[in-house]
């Protein structure tokens, strides 16, 4: 067997057994192979994919399910739903429009890459909205839709009101998921602004905000629009909330919300007329977040040396790096060495030999993130 060969078997070996860079979980198009249009109230299931070129799936599959639907729906699905998949708004008739109820990141919004992360850094990076996939929704106000607000049973609209529940269930035990929520916003054409918020009731586990626009407002239950007024569905302006919550927990399955959609007064005799449809459509995706090395370049120096401690100079090292390549160093008359320029978090193999030496550990197999020192061989 070729010597190339065998170094690369060796470091196969290593890396099957090392913690290395891990790759985000995510949708995208193929993490539902069949897309329905709604609207509609059935459960939702798609799978987390792992982008590395081939999009292979990660084997963990995320359901999102809604319940307690609070109100009867006026011209939305068979169920009379107010809170459903794949659906929006329709300005010319009652009924809600038709959507894909698993749709990219860039169906609603204007949504821009920098308002998301998939780094537990919080920096902006790793979901690209025009390739990200979510979840499609839509909180319907048409149930009191030409309706004097603020008489018989119906809220102000300055109110926050109980809609339904929605249920993320995971089909394996998952630590600190990441969800995505795009457009949380909408307005009717009486000139109302609204926002769908969350309240969330699973206990032992708390919400974070990872990243996103200031109109993204998040507490260790909730998450809401912070805009007072002027509430609509653009992730650019702010007037919709949009960006990337962590649900910091530890063997999670299932995470349940209270949905409530809050409107912000504007017009305070109707939530919406009654010649459209009217409501707050917006996305949800959910993924697991990379781990990250650092972007900088590192290296890795040493010595060889004697059991007494004398310098060996001539010896030479071989690095080999995860596609089989080497790179050799030889050490110099105090026994030094240095490879620099190397990759963080590559997994690399080390050899060591000399005409006249024998050493303990001839090879050694690192995962730098960051500079590594003293990286020593014993000779006798």
Not at 207 to 223: A, H
Not at 244 to 269: A, C, E, K
Not at 285 to 298: D, F, H, I, R, W
């Amino acid at each position: 067997m070729k010597k190339k060969s065998l170094i690369l078997i060796i470091l196969n070996l290593f890396l099957a057994g090392a913690t290395l860079a891990q790759s985000p979980a995510e949708f995208f198009a193929g993490s539902m192979p069949v897309i329905a249009n709604g609207p509609t109230t059935d459960s939702q299931t798609a799978q987390l994919l792992i982008d590395n070129g081939s999009l292979a799936p990660s084997g963990l599959f995320v359901t999102a399910s809604l319940s307690n639907q609070q109100y009867s729906g006026l011209n939305t699905t068979t169920d009379n739903a107010v809170v459903m998949f794949g659906a929006t708004n329709n300005p010319t008739d009652g009924f809600a429009t038709s959507r894909p109820v698993f749709t990219p990141m860039t169906e609603i919004g204007s949504a821009t890459d920098g308002m998301f992360s998939n780094r537990p850094s919080g920096i902006n990076l790793g979901i690209e909205v025009a390739e990200n996939y979510a979840f499609n929704l839509f909180s319907s106000i048409n149930h009191f839709a030409g309706l004097p607000a603020g008489a018989n049973g119906i809220p102000t609209t300055d109110s926050r009101v109980y809609f339904a529940d929605l249920t993320l269930t995971f089909s394996s035990p998952v630590t600190n998921p990441y969800i995505h929520l795009v457009a949380l916003g909408g307005s009717s054409p009486g000139g109302l602004g609204f926002a769908t918020e969350f309240d969330l009731t699973t206990p032992g586990i708390t919400l974070e905000k990872v990243t996103g626009t200031t109109s993204l407002v998040v507490t260790p239950t909730q998450i809401n629009n912070g805009n007072a007024i002027d509430i609509e569905d653009s992730c650019l302006n702010n007037s919709a909330a949009c960006g990337t919550i962590v649900l910091r927990g530890t063997g999670i399955t299932t995470v349940t919300f209270q949905i409530f959609v809050r409107g912000d007064g504007s017009n305070p005799s109707a939530w919406a007329g009654g010649n459209s449809h009217s409501g707050d459509q917006w996305l949800l995706g959910a993924s697991l977040p990379g781990s990250e090395t650092t972007s900088a370049p590192v290296t890795i120096s040493g010595r060889a040396l004697t059991e007494r401690g004398h310098a060996i100079s001539g010896a030479r090292i071989n690095l080999v790096d995860s596609s089989g390549d080497v790179r050799v160093a030889l050490t110099n008359r105090l026994g030094y060495y240095t490879f620099s320029d190397l990759d963080a978090g590559e997994t690399v193999i080390l050899e060591i030999s000399h005409r006249r030496y024998r050493f303990a550990h001839p090879t050694q197999v690192y995962t730098p993130v960051d500079d590594l020192f003293e990286i020593n061989f014993v000779g006798k």
